[in-house]
């Protein structure tokens, strides 16, 4: 049992953040957002008056929204069988109109505005492409509108999906420097075990450090419409937290659960930043950008990269897997494979796999060209994970 103690200093810490908190971003799942006939329009209304509730408050408010799929899906009446890819673009392209028809005409009949922005991974992988998309969200946020935000899922193939909206969420809020991240699902937040399926399970209000045990809890839970279970939305609390912001996971069908968040009420599963932050770049190079092959490292450069705060030198690397080239993101593994690094290379695959387990004097013989640098990974592009 949580003791009335334990439940004041979880109070205390939310309030601490709440009560500076300026901007902020919803991310609702498609779980909550549809129902078996489509879009759950009383859903929309509350959760509109909600978010106007926070921008009157003072604060800037960005959405990032599921339902496209699902309520293309419903409108087509595709059941609930798997779709193709061509299928799961076409109901995409159908649910959006309705989607942003819906939210349109309900902030409408509240005085408030709001812009589509469509956004595919691709957009954020590149850093100029990345602050062109910061620059206009924070135009419209100067202009008082409430962006919403989607994948666009009519164009995105495998390798410029985000993954879900979770991720998205997290980057939006990274990319704008939002307080925090509320999450909200068809779930009440975080539980020590499945609530499914262990009547032991306890609610998780505070989680100061996602680790192992934490890890522990998250289960295997999916919704039936969603693309996203705990899983996912511990791991975007995760990368909120690394960049120095807040997350909160909450139950988006039950009443009024923004306005009771922000209000302090101990609901749902709040998460705490990183005491030390990443840098804006860092954060990028860590995790939005994806991994396009990995170096296997051995315990020297294991330990120097982790330890020693080191570049990676050719010489520490055991394997080279995949083919990348030259400034390609690359994640640095142990010899079980665990991840232990993000970076950027400066030299393509092909090169990396000629001078590995050298030392930096015998690289130009191995490449019989002058080389480009001493360091396979310099420091300053190196992320530890």
Known sequence: MTTAMEHDEDLALRRSFLDRAKRVVIKVGSAVLTTGEGLNLPVL?????????????????????????????????????????????????????????SYEKIFEQLGQKVAQVLLTHDALSHRDRYLNVRNTLFTLLDWGLVPIINENDTVSVEELRFGDNDALGAMVTNLTEADIFVCLTDVSGLFSANPLTNPEAKPVYTVARIDAAVQGMVGTMHSGVGTGGMGSKVKAAKMVAARGGCCFIGAGREPDTISRFFAGELIGTFFLPQEEKLASRKHWIAYTLRPQGALVLDDGACKAVLQGGKSLLPSGIIEVRGKFGIGAPVHCVNEQGEPL???????????????????????????ERPKDSDEVIHRDNLVIL
Do not use: H, P
């Open 341 to 367: 690094a993000a970076g950027l290379v400066n030299y393509a695959s092909t090169d990396i796999d000629r001078i590995k387990g050298v030392k930096t004097n015998q690289i130009e013989q191995m490449l």
């Open 45 to 101: 209304d509350a959760l509109a008056k909600e978010i106007c509730a926070l921008r009157q408050s003072g604060r800037q408010v960005i959405l990032v929204s599921s339902g496209a799929v699902a309520a293309g899906r419903r409108k087509m009446g595709l059941g609930d069988r798997a779709l193709t890819l061509r299928e799961k673009q076409a109901a995409a392209a159908i649910g959006q109109s309705s989607l942003m028809r």
